[in-house]
């Protein structure tokens, strides 16, 4: 079957460092990769996308591209803010209607 | 303003009490999905639809229903519920699922079933 595994969290950076979130799915066929996140005591939104094998997604200095040879999809940043910090979800998009989601990775920057 | 609505936002009850969640978007999207978000397991996808009168299964459906009679309302039915449905639910919509990939979330139903 279809499914995310993400880093689990949290992940606790002090600000301007480097971020990492590791993203591995399994699907079958061509899915395509988002990354949502979610402020406190809000729902998702998009961060973003990919499509396809090797198409990168970037958003708000964030990165994240499509590896179909290690099926990953990790999430990047080269200089974290305190205002980013949030719970962040890889996602897969199946069959253009079916969505599945990693369980999420908290990140705490501090001053 | 464009936006998902839900209601409501905070419900305890109990075991059987039938309850309906409502759902709403006035951005005249065709897709429409509901979700439950619990710890260690992130959101997984309970039911979903293409369009009126569409709907279908996700990861999740036992214990739910839905139904899709009008193009921006879609809610979500727990006829008998039980202590684990008691969870975090966010309906969401998206127009051009297929090119955009974008879902737009309401603020959640946070629901205890005790």
């Known amino acids: 079957g279809n499914s995310v595994t993400q880093m689990e969290g949290p992940v606790t950076l002090s600000e301007e460092a480097f971020l990492t979130i590791n993203c591995t799915y399994t699907a079958t066929g061509y899915p395509s990769l988002f990354w949502y996140v979610q402020y406190p005591g809000e729902g998702l939104q998009l961060l973003l996308k990919a499509t396809k094998a090797d198409d990168k997604g970037s958003n708000k200095g964030f990165e994240a591209t499509y590896r179909k040879e290690t099926t990953s999809f990790h999430l990047e940043k080269g200089s974290v803010q305190v205002s980013d910090s949030a719970v962040y979800f890889c996602?897969?998009?199946?069959?253009?209607?079916?969505?599945?989601f990693g369980s999420g990775t908290k990140l705490n920057v501090k001053p | 303003e464009a936006q998902v609505t839900q209601n409501p936002r905070y419900l305890i009850t109990v075991t059987g009490k039938k309850l309906t969640v409502t759902c709403s978007q006035n951005?005249?999207?065709?897709?429409m999905s509901w979700y439950r978000q619990d710890p260690g397991l992130g959101l997984r996808q309970i039911y979903y639809s293409m369009n009126v009168e569409v709907t279908d299964k996700g990861d999740v459906p036992e214990g739910y229903k839905v139904s899709r009679k009008e193009k921006r309302n879609f809610p979500l039915i727990l006829e008998s519920p039980s202590p684990n449905q008691t969870s975090l639910y966010f309906c969401?919509?998206?127009?051009?699922?297929?090119?955009?990939?974008?879902?737009?979330f309401g603020e959640g139903s946070r629901l205890t079933v005790l």
């Open positions: 996602a897969l998009l199946y069959n253009f209607n079916k969505f599945y």
């Open positions: 951005m005249n999207h065709e897709y």
């Open positions: 969401a919509s998206s127009f051009e699922l297929a090119n955009t990939g974008e879902l737009f």
